[in-house]
């Protein structure tokens, strides 16, 4: 589920559409949880589907550390990337503001946490030397976004959370744990699949 403060809206042709902040979302504040709406899809079931619906799943899903393809029941699935995203995945099942939202604002993702079956060339940014998406950028970049979690997560039980019922009590305490020691306990690294077939 999407944070309650979020609604969709046009970017532009080349975009499409994208979320965005209706009121001030401090950084720390769980942006997107997965809850029982959302569709958690076994490989072999999205396999067998007709190539319109596979083809939707996988444009607008995640695939998680076991391989299932996670789809959002609600406008979750148009948060789009930026290589200097605002959020980011946590390895709880959620996704975490890196830095504070002003209204208006878009929020963004970092891709290269998804798990993406195929690298994909991104709109250039300032000051960014990267150009793809590639799912071993969570093997490169970990320890970096380590650090940004880190940072959220001393904010986490300071500020508001919307979706903290939809966080299970272990991963709030952990997150809560992290922030305050500064020290990881579940690693982004963890949120990689590896396909070993």
Same mark, same amino acid.
């Given at each position: 589920?999407?944070?309650? &403060?979020?609604? #969709?809206?046009?970017?532009n042709?080349?975009?499409?559409?994208?979320?965005f902040?209706?009121?001030f979302?401090?950084?720390g504040t769980?942006v997107?949880?997965?809850? !029982?709406l959302?569709q958690v #899809?076994?490989?072999?079931?999205?396999e067998?589907? &007709?190539?319109e619906?596979?083809?939707q799943?996988?444009?607008?899903s995640y695939? *998680?550390?076991?391989?299932?393809?996670v789809l959002?029941?609600?406008?979750?699935?148009y948060?789009?990337?930026?290589f200097k995203?605002n959020?980011?995945s946590t390895?709880?099942?959620? !996704?975490?503001a890196?830095?504070?939202?002003?209204?208006?604002?878009?929020?963004?993702?970092?891709y290269?946490?998804l798990n993406?079956?195929e690298?994909?060339a991104c709109?250039?940014e300032?000051?960014? !030397?990267?150009?793809y998406?590639?799912k071993? &950028?969570?093997?490169e970049?970990?320890?970096?976004w380590?650090? #940004?979690?880190? *940072?959220?997560y001393?904010?986490f *039980?300071?500020v508001?959370?919307?979706l903290?019922f939809l966080?299970?009590?272990?991963y709030?305490k952990?997150m809560?744990l992290?922030g305050?020691?500064?020290?990881?306990? *579940?690693?982004?690294?963890?949120?990689?699949f !590896?396909?070993?077939?």
């Amino acid at each position: 589920m999407i944070h309650p &403060d979020t609604e #969709l809206r046009y970017v532009n042709d080349e975009i499409g559409f994208g979320v965005f902040a209706t009121k001030f979302i401090p950084k720390g504040t769980i942006v997107w949880a997965l809850d !029982e709406l959302d569709q958690v #899809l076994d490989p072999s079931f999205v396999e067998s589907l &007709d190539n319109e619906r596979k083809n939707q799943v996988k444009k607008y899903s995640y695939i *998680d550390n076991k391989g299932r393809y996670v789809l959002s029941w609600d406008i979750g699935q148009y948060v789009n990337h930026s290589f200097k995203a605002n959020c980011i995945s946590t390895p709880y099942d959620s !996704e975490i503001a890196i830095r504070d939202i002003q209204p208006g604002t878009q929020l963004t993702d970092e891709y290269g946490c998804l798990n993406l079956e195929e690298p994909f060339a991104c709109i250039p940014e300032e000051g960014i !030397e990267r150009t793809y998406v590639r799912k071993e &950028d969570l093997l490169e970049y970990y320890k970096e976004w380590d650090q #940004l979690l880190l *940072d959220a997560y001393q904010s986490f *039980d300071k500020v508001e959370q919307p979706l903290g019922f939809l966080i299970p009590t272990a991963y709030r305490k952990k997150m809560t744990l992290s922030g305050k020691k500064r020290q990881v306990i *579940d690693s982004i690294k963890t949120l990689y699949f !590896e396909d070993r077939q």
